[in-house]
């Protein structure tokens, strides 16, 4: 699991990340941690480099924590983000960033296994694999898909790949999975990597623009809509 810290005091950087150690230990679970003194310095970073897990300082010199998960939203979706704070006052600040949780200062060592249990948990629901066609894909990390002829273009995090597959049948492996819908002729899209629908785009969170439906606008907002509800009751929000 690769896990940021973003917290602008050294003293609490280390404490958290022997909590996450011990854990690591006592699980058997392979953690690979990186520090962060400021939220400028990790907003830099986020174009170049993804973590399963953010512990996010929401008060920080400089760009504070609320701000710093905003820009992180803007381009990421999926990654679990997790606010430290030494007040619950910011919770509501916090709703529109999908926070994973909310961990109030002073917290225990047990307090951040509990965190990291349900990360694990979480991430391991994403890790399944799908195959399409000949190919096998992470679940997780398909964006959309757009039907060429007899085959499918399948756009995921880092790459494109073209697999022989119709688009009838593409559609019907995707429809088992809540994030995926059909917004157009040939078109299914993944609601968890969608920034928002403007017009006749639905906006994917690396900036990819693809095309809506005009007859069923209203009906991918609605279902764009729900599966963001969705998400944040399964995260507890």
């Not at 854990?23 to 690979?32: C, F, L, P, R």
Request: hydrophobic content about 40%; proline content about 3%.
């Amino acid at each position: 699991m690769k896990i940021a810290i973003v917290d602008d005091n050294r003293a609490e950087q280390i404490r958290l990340h022997e909590f996450i150690c011990l854990w690591a230990q006592k699980t058997d679970s392979a953690v690979e941690t990186e520090f962060f003194d400021n939220g400028d310095s990790f907003a830099r970073t986020i174009t170049a480099k993804s973590f399963d897990l953010v512990f996010m300082d929401i008060l920080m010199q400089g760009t504070n924590g609320i701000m710093t998960a905003r820009r992180l939203r803007e381009t990421d979706l999926s990654t679990l983000l997790v606010f430290i704070t030494s007040s619950p006052e910011f919770m509501a600040q916090a709703f529109p960033c999908h926070a994973f949780d909310y961990v109030t200062k002073p917290y225990t060592e047990r307090r951040i296994a509990e965190v990291l249990d349900e990360a694990c948990r979480a991430l391991g629901k994403r890790a399944e694999v799908i195959q399409i066609g000949a190919e096998k894909f992470l679940l997780s990390d398909i964006l959309y898909v757009l039907s060429d002829s007899n085959y499918c273009e399948v756009h995921t995090r880092t790459a494109q790949k073209k697999v022989r597959i119709s688009f009838t049948e593409l559609s019907r492996i995707l429809a088992a999975y809540p994030p995926f819908a059909v917004i157009g002729r040939g078109v299914v899209v993944n609601f968890d990597y969608t920034s928002h629908i403007s017009g006749c785009d639905c906006v994917m969170s690396n900036g990819d623009k693809v095309p809506v439906s005009r007859r069923k606008i209203k009906e991918t907002e609605q279902a764009f809509l729900d599966r963001q509800f969705s998400r944040m009751l399964a995260e507890g929000n």
